[in-house]
């Protein structure tokens, strides 16, 4: 089962954008991590946001996190067409470390 | 810096046959992870291994086996392929930290069962 569910499934916008993109998940949690995955490739780890934070910063990257609400959010601020990829949130509920992944957002930004 | 390193890349099997999909990580992490990837499903863990001689059960266990050969290497065996394990199968890594789990992935590998 599922842990995390990521809304919307997809999500189109032009270049200069800003994306959003929603992760619920069910359980309590240690930390809440955000994965990309281009076409063809592996996921690579984009941030990671403890229990205890509200929000996070990356580059163009802001999460943030409500656990009261069990639901955190991912925004990319100013898309490029490199952007164009896969969003996982994966939640690590404290069963030793294990992930478990959400089914992904879909972005296609386009030029 | 090569990561995680998944072979092969592609690989079609007839229904029964078997094969072992190999991994290594050169990263020194004690953790390895075998995960499949359907459509519309997100990643489902398969089996995992905490550290060196160690293996565990994930989320969708049946059918596979794994070895964790030594630090490196953790290697995931199909016995009788079936057409429900048509699927892209990623293997990852990542430190023994509970605290902090960042998972490192290789490529994958895309399986077909006819």
Request: proline share 3%; hydrophobic share 30%; glycine share 8%.
């Amino acid at each position: 089962s599922q842990q995390g569910e990521e809304d919307p499934q997809a999500l189109s916008i032009q270049e200069g954008e800003n994306a959003t993109m929603n992760c619920s998940y069910k359980t309590s949690i240690n930390n809440l991590q955000w994965y990309r995955q281009n076409s063809g490739r592996g996921l690579v780890h984009l941030i990671l946001i403890r229990s205890n934070e509200r929000e996070k910063h990356s580059g163009r990257l802001r999460v943030t996190l409500d656990t009261s609400k069990k639901s955190s959010s991912l925004l990319i601020t100013a898309s490029r067409a490199a952007d164009t990829a896969s969003y996982f949130c994966a939640t690590d509920a404290g069963s030793w470390g294990k992930l478990q992944f959400g089914a992904g957002t879909q972005v296609v930004v386009t030029p | 810096n090569a990561g995680v390193t998944q072979t092969p890349k592609f690989q079609v099997l007839k229904t029964g046959q078997s094969m072992t999909l190999q991994c290594a990580q050169d990263m020194n992490h004690n953790s390895m992870y075998w995960y499949r990837q359907d459509p519309g499903m997100g990643l489902r863990l398969i089996y995992y291994s905490a550290s060196e001689g160690t293996t565990d059960k994930g989320e969708v266990p049946n059918g596979y086996n794994v070895s964790r050969l030594n630090k490196r290497e953790f290697s995931l065996r199909l016995e009788s392929a079936a057409p429900s394990q048509t699927s892209v199968y990623f293997c990852a890594s990542s430190e023994s930290d509970i605290a902090k789990n960042i998972q490192y992935f290789g490529a994958g590998t895309r399986l077909s069962v006819l």
